[in-house]
């Protein structure tokens, strides 16, 4: 939606590499959460945040509730990694309706 | 594994035809949404519920769409009279209320093909 700009809309990783996607929010938002989604369609919770930093093995995610803004970055990229990433932010008070991102296109290189 | 069941995984209707897909939300979450996102990956949120109540829906949905969350049955999302640009992943995902910091959780979806 208009209120979240995400980006890159895609990226290309070699193997072993990292990079950082971004989203940032036109008004202040309460938490944020980051999916991947699969083979199936299906979006896989990677993390919800409402301050700070969260981090789960090669993946670490920050959100700035005050500055606008969620990142996510990969570290040591595998194959296994290529797909769509999304990030939702949570309306700080429209009933917590999720506000999705356009997406981000991973693929991981060899 | 989620624990939003979504039925059913697919859905393929012809144009004009009702489309009726239901949803049990996480045990003991009391607000359900319902999502859809096109083939282009975009996501509009549709309508949400606390309980039995509805607590916010776009225009479509109060045209088009029949929804509700019975209370002991699942909730259910249904096209009143199908169009080609309905054909879509319709996500429905539960919560606790606002303010615990806890992520809602989210179905597999149903994805619906009108022909």
């Known amino acids: 939606g208009d209120q979240v700009e995400q980006s890159p809309s895609a990226l290309s990783l070699h193997e072993g590499t990292g990079s950082a996607l971004r989203c940032n929010f036109t008004?202040?938002?309460?938490?944020v959460q980051w999916f991947r989604k699969n083979s199936r369609g299906s979006l896989i919770n990677l993390f919800y945040?409402?301050?700070g930093t969260k981090e789960n093995g090669r993946l670490k995610s920050a959100f700035d509730s005050k500055e606008r803004y969620s990142t996510l970055h990969i570290r040591d990229a595998q194959l296994e990694d290529s797909g769509t990433y999304f990030c939702?932010?949570?309306?700080?008070?429209?009933?917590?309706?999720?506000?999705f991102g356009s997406g981000t296109k991973l693929t991981v290189e060899p | 594994n989620s624990k939003v069941i979504q039925t059913p995984r697919y859905l393929v209707k012809g144009q004009g035809q009702k489309a009726k897909m239901r949803c049990i939300p996480e045990?003991?979450?009391?607000?359900v949404f319902w999502y859809q996102q096109n083939k282009n990956n975009e996501f509009k949120f549709l309508i949400n519920?606390?309980?039995?109540?509805?607590?916010?829906q776009i225009d479509m949905t109060e045209k088009r769409f029949s929804a509700e969350c019975p209370s002991n049955s699942p909730c259910s999302l249904e096209i009143q009279s199908s169009e080609a640009g309905d054909s879509a992943l319709y996500l429905c995902?539960?919560?606790?209320?606002?303010?615990?910091?806890?992520?809602?959780?989210f179905g597999e979806g149903t994805r619906l093909s009108v022909l």
């Open positions: 995902a539960s919560s606790w209320t606002g303010g615990n910091n806890q992520a809602p959780l």
């Open positions: 008004t202040t938002m309460r938490a």
């Open positions: 945040l409402a301050s």
């Open positions: 939702a932010a949570e309306a700080m008070s429209n009933y917590n309706v999720l506000y």
């Open positions: 045990k003991g979450h009391p607000v």
């Open positions: 519920f606390q309980n039995q109540e509805v607590l916010q």
